[in-house]
């Protein structure tokens, strides 16, 4: 209904990254594994990390595999972008207190999916 407004970023021609573009992506089959990051990383990972910090962790790492099924269907999705513009710097402060290992394995993960704040999570490793 919105592509009919007068108003910029809800026309599917306009650019490949505006809302039209994020709604499609965040509705998107493919892009369950997306939705489902979000609910595991905020009821598993963070409302757990009040409990049990090393539990949260974990489990934020583990669902960090859901980020990559969508990076490798879709690596130009804006809906990443967006999660990443505002949750990049959010994932460093949570691993910076991990061991090791799960850094290791974080690191990589991030830094295959959103090459762009690769240096941000590089630092993790040199914090060990």
């Excluded at 598993?44 to 583990?62: F, Y």
């Excluded at 910076?96 to 090459?115: D, R």
């Amino acid at each position: 209904m919105m592509q009919n407004a007068r108003e910029s970023g809800w026309k599917q021609f306009e650019s490949r990254q505006n809302r039209y573009w994020l709604v499609d992506n965040l509705l998107e089959e493919d892009h369950r594994p997306l939705r489902e990051f979000y609910y595991e990383y905020h009821r598993t990972g963070l409302d757990q990390m009040s409990e049990d910090p090393e539990e949260g962790r974990a489990n934020i790492a583990e669902s960090m595999d859901l980020l990559k099924k969508v990076y490798r269907t879709d690596p130009s999705s804006f809906a990443l972008q967006v999660l990443f513009d505002a949750k990049h710097q959010e994932f460093v402060n949570i691993f910076s207190e991990s061991f090791s290992m799960e850094k290791a394995e974080v690191v990589n993960t991030l830094s295959e999916i959103n090459p762009t704040n690769s240096d941000a999570y590089q630092k993790l490793l040199k914090d060990n």
